[in-house]
């Protein structure tokens, strides 16, 4: 039996992407939607693991390997991206770091049903606060468009592609690039 069209992306296919581009470091805090994929990481011999004790840290850390010659990537949830806005502007977008961050687009498809769109204008009181939404996936784009950071959506394994993509332009524009995943890891 075949699985449904739209399962979402599967962490082994995301695996395989960052082994055939040469990542060599995941920085980065397991949420539910990552663990799989963070349990593959841990064990794969081509990769090393450097769990973070916040998101903050988490660019911190990889700006650092990438200095030492590694080619690390970042791997968070979108409410960690909120509160990592001081060390990704300030240490990863001001040092050029070419870094591919996989963020889990938390509360995606709540938003998506409540027929919220993050392009038509900055959040109101009433849609940050509506019972139904999670209100980082409100903030997430936004705040990703006025920190300057490019980012793709990834929902499916048809989404490969767009990680050596991100990863490419990444490095030709010598600053992070967002994949937003948009489904839990599987």
């Not at 039996?1 to 055939?20: C, F, I, K, Q």
């Not at 409540?114 to 509506?130: E, I, N, S, V």
């Given at each position: 039996?075949?699985?449904?069209?739209?399962?979402?992306?599967?962490?082994?296919?995301?695996?395989?992407?960052?082994?055939?581009l040469g990542v060599s470091y995941i920085v980065g805090i397991p949420d539910n939607a990552s663990a799989v994929l963070f349990d593959l990481i841990l064990r794969d011999p081509s990769m090393s693991l450097v769990p973070a004790t916040r998101e903050g840290e988490a660019f911190a850390i990889a700006s650092g390997l990438w200095l030492g010659g590694r080619h690390p990537a970042v791997i968070i949830q979108n409410t960690g991206l909120l509160e990592s806005g001081d060390s990704l502007r300030g240490t990863a977008v001001r040092?050029?770091?070419p870094l591919l961050c996989l963020i889990g687009?938390?509360?995606?498809?709540?938003?998506?049903?409540?027929?919220?769109?993050?392009?038509?204008?900055?959040?109101?009181?009433?849609?940050?606060?509506?019972?139904?939404?999670?209100?980082?996936?409100?903030?997430?784009?936004?705040?990703?468009?006025?920190w300057g950071i490019p980012y793709h959506l990834y929902s499916t394994d048809d989404d490969a592609p767009l990680v050596a993509e991100a990863w490419a332009q990444a490095h030709r524009e010598a600053r992070p690039v967002a994949l937003l995943l948009t489904h839990a890891s599987s």
């Open positions: 039996m075949s699985p449904p069209a739209d399962t979402g992306p599967r962490a082994n296919v995301l695996h395989a992407a960052l082994v055939d040092m050029g770091v687009y938390r509360g995606y498809a709540k938003m998506k049903e409540a027929h919220l769109d993050p392009h038509a204008g900055p959040p109101t009181r009433t849609t940050l606060t509506q019972s139904d939404v999670d209100s980082v996936a409100l903030l997430t784009e936004p705040t990703l468009r006025a």
